[in-house]
T-cell receptor, first 114, second 113 residues
Framework: NAGVMQNPRHLVRRRGQEARLRCSPM?????VYWYRQLPEEGLKFMVY????????ESGMPKERFSAEFPKEGPSILRIQQVVRGDSAAYFC????????????FGPGTRLTVL | QKEVEQNSGPLSVPEGAIASLNCTYS??????FFWYRQYSGKSPELIMF????GDKEDGRFTAQLNKASQYVSLLIRDSQPSDSATYLC?????????????FGQGTTLQVKP
């Protein structure tokens, strides 16, 4: 079984550009979570989505960040007009929504803003 | 007070010893608790989850939960150098089975040969 897939694995952007991070959940999973890990910091929740719906975006910065999980295709985390402080590892996790709803993480996207 | 607290370490133990990793949480309504392992530069990997008071064993790993004390721990028996990593405690807040995880800062474990 394929696990959670994320691409690209590494992304370099200049200040002011846009970054698009993609996440395909595990087969059979319809719940997607995005987390960010800043250098030397812990994992912080950003947003929780199910197909076509944002369930919880309490961790998303108010500006420049958006997320979607369309009916078809991967979930996308979009960062507009990136700044150096956006440099971090962005992890996607997926779950089935059943039982204790264990979340399984993808390999992450390392974003570097020059 | 942070929602989930861990001692950042590093915790250093000799090979073959028992490593004890601790975590406290602030939300009394939390129902499920997770331990993840993260190697440097890699993504978190699930080790165990626990939801009932007491112990839960899986191979060399034992998770312990005490809801009254709001405390969860992870014991690693017969520690190996390959266990050297950062261990993340995560708590699912609220009563719903789905929802975000709140992570502690992680404890760095070093197992010395």
């Amino acid at each position: 079984n394929a696990g959670v897939m994320q691409n690209p694995r590494h992304l370099v952007r200049r200040r002011g550009q846009e970054a698009r991070l993609r996440c395909s959940p595990m087969k059979g999973h319809s719940h997607v979570y995005w987390y960010r890990q800043l250098p030397e910091e812990g994992l912080k929740f950003m947003v929780y989505l199910q197909k076509e719906n944002i369930i919880d975006e309490s961790g998303m910065p108010k500006e420049r960040f958006s997320a979607e999980f369309p009916k078809e295709g991967p979930s996308i985390l979009r960062i507009q007009q990136v700044v150096r402080g956006d440099s971090a590892a962005y992890f996607c996790a997926s779950s089935s929504g059943q039982g204790f709803d264990t979340q399984y993480f993808g390999p992450g996207t390392r974003l570097t803003v020059l | 007070q942070k929602e989930v607290e861990q001692n950042s370490g590093p915790l250093s133990v000799p090979e073959g010893a028992i490593a004890s990793l601790n975590c406290t949480y602030s939300d009394r309504g939390s129902q499920s608790f997770f331990w993840y392992r993260q190697y440097s530069g890699k993504s978190p990997e699930l080790i165990m989850f626990i939801y009932s008071n007491g112990d839960k064993e899986d191979g060399r790993f034992t998770a312990q939960l005490n809801k009254a004390s709001q405390y969860v721990s992870l014991l690693i028996r017969d520690s190996q150098p390959s266990d050297s990593a950062t261990y993340l405690c995560a708590v699912k807040v609220g009563s719903s089975n789905t929802g975000k995880l709140i992570f502690g800062q992680g404890t760095t474990l070093q197992v010395k040969p």
